[in-house]
Each structure stands twice: as C-alpha cells, then as structure tokens.
C-alpha cells in the first residue's frame, strides 16, 4: 500500500501496522461507565462517619438516610446555632448535592467558638457525605467543601500586644 491508499479495513490497518488480525468481526469492549472510583464506606447501623475542622473546631459526624433532622451535642440545630446564617452554613452541602431533607445528622463538636464550629459541622457533612454516596463527591468537591480551611488565628508574639501589634510608642 503506498500512502496516498486509504485504509478501508481492519486487515489494511494491520497491514500497515505489520501484526495479524484475528478477526474482522472484533468488538471492542464497551468503554468504562464513568462509576465512582472510591467505593461508599459505611458502617454497620448504616452510617457513614467523617471528621470535620475549622478554626479550633473539631466536628465528629455521622450521617444517615432520614428526614433531614440536624442534632449537635445532643440539642436540636436551631438550639445550639441560634443565628440563622450558621444553619445556611450547615446546610449548604446538602443544597449543592441536591439531598436536603434526606439525611439524618448527629455531630458532636468541640472547641473554637459557634462560626467555627458551623464550619467544621459543614466540613464533616461533605466529608461523610462524600463516603455515602461517592457519586456526589465530584458536586461537593467543586464547590469547595471539601478543603479544610487553613486559616488559624495567629498565636501572640513576645514583645508585642496582640500577634502583630506593638505596644504604644512614646518619646518621653
């Protein structure tokens, strides 16, 4: 064949390339199903655990399927985060997933103040969320709730008042 030929076949692909065919009616598997490579972790009541962090927050949660209901250190989520943007906070993993109302969450939370602990709950849930159904894990990703923040507040510094900040300079 010279190269002006245009290859019709497999046996004239083969020909060119120089190894045999083996058959003319090959059919090549079907290409691979775009199936979560993680596999869910769960454990045995159904539940799947992840830790979350923010600040000083530490958060442990456990999801499970249910009617939406939010208990942090044993109290109700509109008790313990009486503000309503810290319920948005908590919420928002599930809005972005598309599954609000469909899981059950119990977090207990230590440490950092009320926004950090928010933020580590809503840490944990995309964590938890992501080890149920790997298949949301590419939606929670891309909106960035599975990055732990790193901000931390800065620890105060000898011969300073505050981290950064002098003291008052005087001349006199």
Known sequence: MSETDTV????????????????????PAPPVSNAPLREQQIDKQGRAYATGRRKDAVARVWIKPG??????????????????????????????????????VIATVKGGGLSGQAGAVKHGIAQALSKYEPALRAAVKAAGFLTRDPRVVERKKYGRAKARRSFQFSKR
């Open 67 to 104: 009617s939406g209901k939010i208990i942090v250190n044993g109290r109700e989520q509109e008790v313990y985060f009486a503000r309503p943007t810290l319920r948005l906070v908590i919420n928002q993993t599930f809005q972005v997933a598309g599954r609000e109302g469909q899981y059950d």
């Open 8 to 27: 019709q076949s497999l046996s004239d692909l083969a020909d060119l390339a120089g190894t045999p065919v083996a058959d003319e009616n090959f059919v």
